[in-house]
């Protein structure tokens, strides 16, 4: 009977010893994912204050776009009203309207462009944001987990 104690508490003991490695690992994995996760998460963190910059400068650019846009738009205006004054000189006062119709369409162009990119801008960054959200709830649950 003694014997088989003493085998019992030797198999315990190795068995305890076998238990011990692998949450040894299982923790050294989990730390190590944790790591990774953080290193994620301080990525797309700089990623996001990047963008949000981008988004603010391309606001400014748009803004002084609207100023331009305006200060074109009365320029056409006065442009018209000498049109209109100065008929006799109608192919000259044709040519320049043409080029600043063509001017209000680049920028028009230019206007809708970057309306497009700040839309584009602004979902990548939701996208960013829901994934990095996303990952923090996943890390947050890994935490619970863990503990």
């Not at 989990?30 to 953080?38: F, G, H, S």
């Not at 981008?54 to 776009?65: E, S």
């Not at 462009?113 to 959200?133: M, P, V, W």
Request: glycine letters at 2%.
């Amino acid at each position: 009977m003694n014997r088989f104690f003493s085998i019992f508490n030797f198999l315990g003991v190795v068995a305890m010893g076998v238990l011990s490695c692998a949450q040894w690992q299982t923790n050294s994995r989990l730390e190590a994912n944790v790591e990774r996760l953080d290193q994620t998460r301080i990525e797309q963190s700089a990623q996001i204050a990047a963008q949000e910059q981008t988004l603010k400068d391309n606001a400014a650019d748009l803004d002084d776009l609207r100023q331009r846009l305006s200060m074109s738009e009365s320029a056409l205006q006065t442009t018209i009203a000498q049109r209109d004054r100065f008929a006799a000189e109608g192919k000259l006062l044709r040519a320049a309207l043409d080029k600043w119709i063509a001017a209000v369409k680049e920028r028009d162009a230019a206007l809708k462009q970057a309306g497009d990119l700040i839309q584009k801008l602004a979902a990548e960054r939701n996208d960013a944001i829901l994934k990095f959200n996303d990952l923090a709830d996943k890390y947050n649950a890994l935490v619970k987990q863990s503990q």
